[in-house]
DNA sequence: GATTAATCGGAGCCATCACTCCGATTCTAC
DNA sequence: GTAGAATCGGAGTGATGGCTCCGATTAATC
């Protein structure tokens, strides 16, 4: 049997240089669109190719990697939030917070849009999360009853890629109508 | 001087062709993403590569193309419900169906993505169509007035978007919170 | 320090794709 | 019908990018 599975310790230059890779991944892909090369990404993080194929053997793996890196980060933040005093404050600053970020990382608003679909075991924790802050906001009152995860996740999805192109004033201004709009129906 | 310029009539066969790569290239990156090969585009509209680029000169030219062609649909939808009877209705109507047309063609909402960057003329056009919807709901009181074009082509881009993948009930339900959101405030 | 196994690096392979070139074909004008 | 020009078709070119392979290097073990 290959013995490579389960937790061997791996090397310290290893686990040097996944980490470098990874950050350069992030970096790269935010910088210049998930299509930059896989070169590129060795490039920025100072090692070979080889070594970057050696720890993510697709470009598909390591573009999931640097996803579910930036899931995670989303999906801790709003863990911090789910205890604030105000859920309502709480879940409309995650979302403001998670369109912000998509605004200049690029390869966040992939990782969202995917997170959806592919749903890699951290884009449930993200979930997870966010359905706690959404209940909570809305047994506040903050938010209306017959939205769900689903359709916040599409929400968010959607503002974060307009994000992409729309900034500053327009941007806040969009935002501010998805939010009246999920605070509750204008309607006698 | 070249005398190509200018409306020289271009031949029968030519016009043909130029129409039939059009179709096949909006059907192709319909269904396979902007990234399919030209090559493809020409298998599927029946003619030779070499035919394809002599009629756009390049992938991108033949891309905007595409995207032009889209919007000055779009436009024209527009402009159909611009002198309808109930303003609001048509605003949220025009608002409906290029979501509803997103979901199914990948390339519109790449293409109504670009309008708010490139402007080529037509994405212009669309604008202006938009505009007149918008400021007649306004003036009826169906939408808030401190929305303009720009927030509600950038809410029109990510509702698009989110659509490609969020479907059915979702979808709607997403849609509606925008909605109510356009409408207006709730608040005192 | 020597041994051994894991890791590194990057030249090179193969596939894909945008784009060119030119002989064959077809249209148009007379 | 014919001449001549415009157009067509598709093999070929150059560039790029994902991925492999293996000799050189380096970390861990004794």
Redesign the pocket.
């Known amino acids: 049997m290959t ?2 599975r389960a937790g ?11 980490l470098k890779v990874l950050e350069a991944a992030e970096a790269v892909f935010d910088a210049r669109g998930t ?8 490039r920025a ?18 573009l999931e990697a640097v996803y579910v890196s930036g899931l995670r980060k989303l999906a801790e933040e709003a863990e911090a939030l789910a205890s604030a005093d105000d859920p309502g404050a709480a879940f409309f600053t995650f979302f403001t917070r998670v369109v912000g970020h998509a605004a200049t990382k690029n390869a966040l608003s992939a990782a969202l849009t995917e997170a959806g679909v592919d749903v890699p075991e951290t884009g449930q924790g993200l979930k997870q999360a966010l359905a706690a802050l959404l209940s909570r906001a809305q047994d506040a009152g903050a938010v209306r009853g017959d939205v769900g995860p689903p359709e916040v996740m599409a929400l968010l999805v959607g503002v974060s890629r307009a994000a992409e192109r729309a900034q500053g004033e327009v941007r806040d201004r969009a935002l501010n109508v998805v939010f009246d709009g999920l605070r509750g129906s204008h309607r006698t």
Chains 1, 2 share one sequence.
């Open positions: 013995q490579s061997r310790p791996l090397r310290a230059d290893a686990m040097r240089n996944r299509t930059a090369s896989t070169e590129e990404v060795a993080a100072g090692v070979g190719i080889g070594t970057v194929f050696r720890h993510f053997p697709t470009k598909e793996a390591l």
